[in-house]
């Protein structure tokens, strides 16, 4: 008599692994859009302290082109230069693009409004809103608490700021 395995249990075996190898690969992939997630809304709660904090030095908050693309520090003006306050060493960029910034703006007329986005990846999440104005229109949707879909944005404004009324 022969010892091993017939074909038949090794395929059954062999297919018994390939479906768990698929669930937790989908399991993975969904931990790391949820890692980036959370990095993007604890990098957005960040910037919003420097702001704050520049608010209460300048009595108006930062204009949005202090946010553009080669801008790394938040400073008293956009240049930096070497005796001016700092608010925030490095301006962070969204985790996965890492040459594009969050969408910052402002209110241009008095500058005592802001609004802050990050466009999230990972769509299980149920968000508090039905839609955004002056979204910057994310790719992905989330369900609202309405159930309708919605863009999956992670917002942040100044404390003085409606997050449907449009800047």
Do not use: H
Request: overall charge neutral; glycine content about 4%.
């Amino acid at each position: 008599m022969k010892k091993g395995f017939t074909f038949m249990e090794l395929m059954i075996v062999i297919a018994i692994l390939a479906v768990l190898t698929a669930m937790i690969t989908g399991n993975f992939l969904i931990s790391l859009k949820k890692g980036r997630d959370a990095r993007r809304k604890a990098d957005l709660e960040q910037v919003q302290r420097a702001v704050e904090l520049y608010y209460e030095d300048k009595r108006s908050y930062p204009n949005w082109d202090i946010f553009a693309a080669g801008n790394t520090k938040l400073c008293e003006t956009q240049a930096c230069g070497g005796s001016e306050k700092v608010y925030m060493e490095t301006i962070p960029n969204d985790p996965s693009y890492p040459n594009r910034n969050y969408t910052y703006m402002v209110r241009s007329a008095d500058d005592q409004a802001y609004k802050m986005f990050a466009c999230l990846e990972n769509t299980q999440q149920v968000l508090s809103y039905d839609t955004i104005t002056d979204s910057p229109g994310c790719s992905t949707k989330c369900k609202s608490k309405s159930g309708s879909a919605a863009d999956c944005v992670w917002p942040v404004t100044s404390p003085n700021i409606n997050l449907d009324k449009s800047l």
